[in-house]
């Protein structure tokens, strides 16, 4: 016998939610202040980030080396500014959650620093770290961005794996 009346297929159940570590992909710093002598920060802040990422427990670092070939393939050039939802396209490429967006600017004698930890599937901003401090002494405001970074990694871990 076949069913009569209206049948209407049942709803798709939701999504489960992810489990296991949070996958985070940290990009190259962008220098917003056009100073070239500022270049050699791109990296290196990065770098220092990547550290305390990779040494969190509950995150999983996707390495910059793993996104050379979606970069070549999304035509990415080293030097481009690329907008956040590109970005996070990126994220998605990778295999990444979170996509970590950072910049730097140098005002005088100051040095301020900003990273963005932004949900890949949304593009909601999960958290922030901004810090500044002596041009003069990068190193330092290097070392208080990073103690930001480890001081929110624990929350952005609550919040994505409650």
Request: proline share 10%; net charge negative; glycine share 8%.
């Amino acid at each position: 016998a076949t069913p009569t009346g209206n049948t209407t297929p049942a709803p798709e159940p939701p999504p489960p939610a992810p489990t296991g570590p949070v996958r985070v992909c940290v990009l190259k710093f962008r220098n917003l202040s056009g100073d070239t002598s500022l270049t050699p920060l791109e990296l290196a802040l990065s770098e220092a980030v990547v550290t305390d990422v990779g040494s969190q427990p509950g995150m999983r670092l996707i390495e910059r080396g793993q996104l050379d070939l979606p970069m070549e393939e999304q035509d990415f050039t080293q030097g481009a500014r690329v907008d956040p939802e590109t970005r996070a396209r990126l994220g998605r490429i990778v295999g990444a959650e979170v996509v970590v967006l950072g910049g730097f600017q140098q005002a005088g004698a100051v040095l301020r620093i900003s990273a963005r930890f932004v949900h890949v599937e949304t593009g909601e901003v999960l958290d922030t770290a901004r810090v500044e401090g002596p041009a003069s002494k990068p190193f330092e405001v290097q070392d208080a961005l990073t103690a930001e970074v480890r001081a929110l990694l624990p929350r952005l871990s609550a919040r994505l794996r409650p």
